[in-house]
């Protein structure tokens, strides 16, 4: 055993692999280099509604959706990726501006009142459904919700689908994450949402996914890191 394992560190040594980058190796990629206060790590949920002054210069895609000009070129890399093994994407909805982010709330509630809801539940359903308007990160331009030609529901069987695996194997590569995923809605505060993906960095996109860690953990993290 002894020998086995002088044998595992020559064999290393002579690699030039070093005990930290073996440590690597075993564990996983180190904490990225990044602020909370980066672009693409601005976070917005029901708690950090989207500052008043908020401004960015927005691209038209070919399909006539708006984005941030800054993710254009790792959006059109996944999307050629996607089709080419594949698991052709279409997109469903990417930039909303504030106002009809306001109607798509408002009308959920209309549409939970009728249902026989009492004013303050059909509110509270449409927090957890549809995002109060300012708190969507569609607003951002950095959000998209991404289907299918041939599943264009937004709901949970879009996981099941090509595209939806697909997705969720390769979107970090780009740059993106799984922005709500199932076993995170408690800290999220949106149910699970197999088709809507945020950009946030290639690296940041890595390690939350190899960490399992949603947008708040991970701007958690760094904070905790620059304070140590
Ligand atoms: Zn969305």
New binding site residues.
């Given amino acids: 055993m002894k020998n086995f394992i002088k044998a595992v560190f020559s064999m290393l040594f002579l690699l030039g692999v070093t005990f930290s980058e073996f440590t690597f190796m075993a564990f996983g990629s180190e904490l990225p280099k990044a602020d909370p206060s980066d672009w693409n790590l601005i976070l917005v949920n029901k708690q950090n509604f989207i500052p008043k002054d908020f401004d960015t210069e927005l691209a038209e895609l070919p399909d006539g959706h708006l984005v941030d000009k800054r993710i254009v070129p790792y959006l059109e890399e996944m999307f050629e990726a996607a089709e080419r093994e594949g698991a052709p994407l279409a997109i469903c909805?990417a930039y909303r501006n504030y106002s009809y982010q306001a109607g798509l709330f408002e009308k959920k509630i209309r549409k939970c009142v009728k249902e026989g809801q009492s004013y303050l539940e059909a509110y509270r359903n449409a927090a957890f459904e549809v995002t109060i308007p300012g708190s969507s990160?569609?607003s951002l331009g950095l959000?998209?919700?991404i289907v299918s030609e041939a599943y264009s529901t937004l709901d949970s069987g879009f996981e099941a689908t090509k595209q939806g695996q697909w997705l969720r194997e390769n979107c970090a590569k780009y740059g993106f994450i799984l922005r709500y995923p199932k076993e995170k809605e408690y800290i999220t505060g949106i149910t699970y949402?197999p088709?809507?993906f945020r950009y946030v960095g290639r690296d940041n996109a890595l390690y939350m996914t190899e960490n399992s860690l949603v947008l708040e953990e991970y701007i958690e993290l760094l904070e905790k890191e620059k304070e140590d």
């Fill in positions: 909805s990160e569609h959000a998209l919700d949402e088709w809507h």
